[in-house]
């Protein structure tokens, strides 16, 4: 399995992530790998680490996703591997459920995500970004 640790999709993703059938409420799952420093693009906060700055967009978001109906159902530090391999671990795992695809894309795109898109770029070296299907809703 060949693991890909982007910042955003390709266009060709967003498209047919967001161009999927409505069905429903859904549980992203975020696999996050943080810089070892911030790198905003104007050099400010240099001496934070990608997690801290990272936690500034993590706690906007979770406002944003309160609002739309949702919530963040967990959030850790990841501390160990048990079963299987991979060159590197991620740094946290970030679970948000979101009541609906539309009410994801419009958070998404936002102008209040786009207010706060700064420190996610400054903060984050990779992620993955794992939609799941609560297995009581089919």
Do not use: C
Not at 11 to 24: I, K, S, Y
Not at 61 to 74: I, P
């Amino acid at each position: 399995m060949e693991v890909v640790n982007q910042v955003l999709p390709t266009l060709e993703r967003a498209m047919e992530f967001f161009g999927g059938a409505e069905d429903g409420r859904f549980v992203m799952v975020n696999l996050l790998k943080f810089k070892p420093w911030a790198e905003y693009e104007d050099g400010s906060d240099s001496h934070l680490t990608g997690a801290e700055v990272y936690a500034r967009y993590g706690e906007e978001v979770r406002k944003l996703v309160e609002g739309l109906g949702g919530m963040v159902r967990y959030t850790g530090a990841v501390t160990g591997l048990m079963i299987g391999e991979v060159e590197e671990l991620w740094d946290m795992v970030a679970l948000a459920e979101y009541p609906s695809l539309e009410a994801f894309r419009t958070m998404a795109m936002s102008p209040a995500m786009h207010a706060i898109e700064h420190h996610r770029k400054a903060g984050l070296a990779g992620q993955l970004n794992i939609r799941t299907k609560p297995r009581d809703e089919g």
